[in-house]
């Protein structure tokens, strides 16, 4: 009677266990998603949030903003990107556009997948992005040069943090990887993990 009862008890031991287990390894591979959805909704890390649309006029708000534009290049990815401005001024809730360049100068079309993000990090809940190529894999053809436009705003929200008073200036970085490289998986783990980018 007494062995009954430890086998059962350890049966329903071990089946407690395993449902552990199982949780802790779904929980493991849910982990970057939903870190990354933590980042998005809350712009943790810099991250930017995405807009479908742009405030009303009346709520722009008479502060200026410096939006300045930085970008890197993967050195196994041969392109030249840039911006076609370094920075542009506007105000809070105001649409911005910025176009970046990318030229392909291999003999072969190359595809690369740019990251981004924002400094100072704080401010990355309140920069809100309409249209981006970040994310996507662009392929670019022999000697092929394109237009990457990208539509944003500074949330008008901004205005009533106080712990944003101090920023006069956002910077918007862009870092390009060759897509499908070990430095583009690096890359995506650095940012999910919220660490420096690394080329």
Do not use: H
């Not at 595809?111 to 100072?120: E, F, H, L, Q, S």
């Not at 990208?150 to 008073?165: H, I, S, T, W």
């Amino acid at each position: 009677m007494e062995d009954e009862e430890l086998i059962r008890k350890n049966k329903k031991i071990g089946f407690i266990v395993i449902v552990v287990l199982c949780f802790m390894v779904g929980l493991t591979f849910a982990s970057v998603p939903l870190y990354s959805l933590f980042c998005r909704s809350t712009g943790w890390g810099g991250t930017t949030q995405v807009a479908t649309q742009l405030p009303p006029e009346d709520e722009i708000v008479d502060r200026d903003v410096t939006i300045r534009f930085d970008t890197n290049t993967a050195r196994d990815l041969p392109w030249d990107f840039k911006p076609e401005t370094i920075s542009t001024k506007i105000k809070v809730g105001e649409r911005g556009l910025a176009n970046f360049i990318a030229f392909n100068r291999a003999d072969m079309p190359m595809a690369g997948t740019a990251i981004y993000n924002v400094t100072p990090l704080k401010a990355g809940k309140y920069f809100q992005k309409i249209q981006c190529f970040c994310f996507d894999e662009q392929i670019l053809q022999p000697g092929q040069r394109v237009n990457m436009p990208v539509l944003f705003f500074v949330d008008p929200k901004l205005n009533e943090d106080r712990a944003m008073d101090d920023v006069k200036t956002i910077t918007l970085s862009y870092s390009f990887f060759k897509s499908e490289s070990k430095k583009l998986d690096n890359a995506m783990e650095d940012y999910y993990d919220d660490k420096p980018l690394t080329y």
